[in-house]
T-cell receptor, first 115, second 115 residues
C-alpha cells in the first residue's frame, strides 16, 4: 500500500539556520505530494504541494521538489524563524475514482526553533 | 468565518459512554473526512463522504459511525468508548472532481480523552 516516511524528530535549530526535513514515499502511479504544518494547538494547514515530477512547491520561504527518480519530497528553508516551530507532515494523495481521495501522512516531524 | 468547524474542542468522558463530535464546513465542498491523530501525532484517515455517500471506511471498529445529514455536515458518533479511543479527531473537507492535487481543509480538532 501507499506509505510516506519522514525523518525522525524532534529537530531543534537556532534562528536563521538551514532546515531540511526528509520525506520519501511509496505509491503506485503518480501521486500528488503535500507538506502540511500543524502549529501548537491548531489544525493542519497546507504549506505547499506538487502534483507531478520535477514540480517545485513553495510558500513562506519553504520549498520542496517532487523527485520521482528518488521518490522524495524533501522540505527545505534557508533561514528558519522562531515562528516556524511546529509539526510538519509530508503526505501523498493518489487520484481515485469516486471524487474522494484520502491523504496518506508520514508520522510528522516536530521542529523547534530557538532564538 | 471559520471554514471547517468542530464541536466540542475538548471532550472528556468515561469508558463505556457514547459520544458525538460534530463537523461543519461552509466552503461549499462536497467531500468530507474524519482523521484520527494518536498520541504520537500519527494521522490516519477513518472515513470519507462524498455527497453524503460513504466512500472510504478504513477498517475502523463499528463502534464508530459517521453520519452526514447534508453535504456541509459530517458527524462522528462513538459507542462504548474505550481508553484507546483517546486521540485528537480532525474533520476535513475538499471539493471533489478537481484532481489529486486538491487541497483538504482541516478543522481545529477535537481532543477526546477517555478515562
Amino acid at each position: 500500500g501507499d506509505s510516506v516516511t519522514q525523518m525522525e524528530g524532534p529537530v531543534t535549530l537556532s534562528e536563521e539556520a538551514f532546515l531540511t526535513i526528509n520525506c520519501t514515499y511509496t505509491a503506485t502511479g503518480y501521486p500528488s505530494l503535500f507538506w502540511y504544518v500543524q502549529y501548537p494547538g491548531e489544525g493542519l494547514q497546507l504549506l505547499l504541494k506538487a502534483t507531478k515530477a520535477d514540480d517545485k512547491g513553495s510558500n513562506k520561504g519553504f520549498e520542496a521538489t517532487y523527485r520521482k527518480e528518488t521518490t522524495s519530497f524533501h522540505l527545505e528553508k534557508g533561514s528558519v524563524q522562531v515562528s516556524d516551530s511546529a509539526v510538519y507532515f509530508c503526505a501523498l494523495r493518489r487520484g481515485t475514482q469516486g471524487g474522494s481521495e484520502k491523504l496518506v501522512f508520514g508520522k510528522g516531524t516536530k521542529l523547534t526553533v530557538n532564538p | 468565518d471559520t471554514a471547517v468547524s468542530q464541536t466540542p474542542k475538548y471532550l472528556v468522558t468515561q469508558m463505556g459512554n457514547d459520544k458525538s463530535i460534530k463537523c461543519e464546513q461552509n466552503l461549499g465542498h462536497d467531500t468530507m473526512y474524519w482523521y484520527k491523530q494518536d498520541s504520537k501525532k500519527f494521522l490516519k484517515i477513518m472515513f470519507s463522504y462524498n455527497n453524503k455517500e460513504l466512500i472510504i471506511n478504513e477498517t475502523v471498529p463499528n463502534r464508530f459511525s459517521p453520519k452526514s445529514p447534508d453535504k456541509a455536515h459530517l458527524n462522528l458518533h462513538i459507542n462504548s468508548l474505550e481508553l484507546g479511543d483517546s486521540a485528537v479527531y480532525f474533520c476535513a473537507s475538499s471539493p471533489s472532481g478537481r484532481g489529486k492535487g486538491t487541497e483538504q481543509y482541516f478543522g481545529p480538532g477535537t481532543r477526546l480523552t477517555v478515562t
